[in-house]
Each structure stands twice: as C-alpha cells, then as structure tokens.
C-alpha cells in the first residue's frame, strides 16, 4: 500500500465508512471518523473548538491514518498532511436513496447509529446531504489547492477502489 494518510471525503450516505473500514481493515491502519471528534457521543454534545483541535491535531501526527469526513473546512489541515484524499462524487438520488436504507436499516436495529434514527434525523441527514451536493465546487477547489493528491470518485470508481481492498 502506497498510501499511509488517506483522507476520505463525500456527504452523508456517499460510502465514506463503509470505504474507510474496508481499506482500514485491509492496511491495518486505524480509521477516524470526523463526526466522532466533533461530537462526544457518550454525553451527546459537541466538543469546544479546542478540544476538537486537540483530538483532531493529535490524529494528523500519527504516521499511518484514514480520515473520512464531510469536507469541513476545520480540517483543511488533514488534506496537507495526506497522501491521498479520495473525493466520493455520487449522484443525488443515489446519496438520498442510500440515506433511506441506512435509516430503516437503523430502524430495524439492522446498522448501528451514531445518532437515535427519528423521522427528524432523517430530514437532517437530507439537510446534509443537500448542502454537501450544494458545495461540491468549493470542496473540490480546497481540495485541490491543498493537497499533494486527489481522486474523484463515482459510484463505479467508489465500488471498484471497494472491491480493491475486500
């Protein structure tokens, strides 16, 4: 594996998890979601700014890393610092479809969730995705000015990297 920093970006329900663990378990190299560094899911609040700038900078010193996160611009940091930032590109009724099987997989306690599957996380989950799909210019030019290499993935691209590391 040429690549020890991978950073995995694309809105919910685009594939970045499921990318991450199946990489992550392939490499055997640890796998941060950034959702998990914003929010304390224990107590269910977010963190301060300086405790997600302490967890998060801690994560970019390690030497080996995947990151998945929605492309915030917090994080800028992790595109330098990466040896492949991988851009998940799917089209938005694809992303919406997989954000209802998610739910009602979460319903039917089928996935785990890091947040109680309601009829308003769902709405939210939409309300996400809609702003991710909304921003994808702006993300894809933070990308490229701040990272040493990038690949956009669609749905083809997105299963064959998959089917790579299983």
Not at 16 to 27: G, P, Q
Not at 52 to 59: G, P
Not at 83 to 92: E, G, K, P, R
Request: net charge positive; proline share 1%; glycine share 4%.
């Amino acid at each position: 594996m040429k690549y020890k920093r991978i950073y995995i970006i694309g809105p919910v329900g685009s594939g970045k998890t499921t990318l991450a663990k199946t990489i992550a378990k392939k490499t055997k190299i640890k796998h941060y979601e950034l959702d998990k560094v914003v929010w304390d899911d224990e107590n269910h609040i977010k963190r301060s700014n300086e405790e997600i700038d302490k967890i998060f900078n801690k994560i970019i010193r390690e030497k080996n890393w995947i990151i998945e996160d929605v492309g915030r611009n917090k994080f800028k940091k992790g595109l330098k610092e990466s040896d492949m930032v991988y851009f998940i590109n799917l089209n938005s009724i694809v992303i919406y479809k997989r954000i209802i099987i998610r739910w009602l997989k979460q319903i039917l306690k089928k996935e785990t969730y890091n947040y109680k599957p309601t009829i308003r996380s769902l709405f939210d989950m939409f309300k996400w995705a809609n702003k991710d799909i909304k921003n994808k210019n702006n993300k894809l030019k933070i990308i490229q000015t701040n990272c040493k290499s990038y690949k956009i993935l669609n749905r083809k691209d997105l299963n064959k990297l998959i089917n790579k590391y299983k």
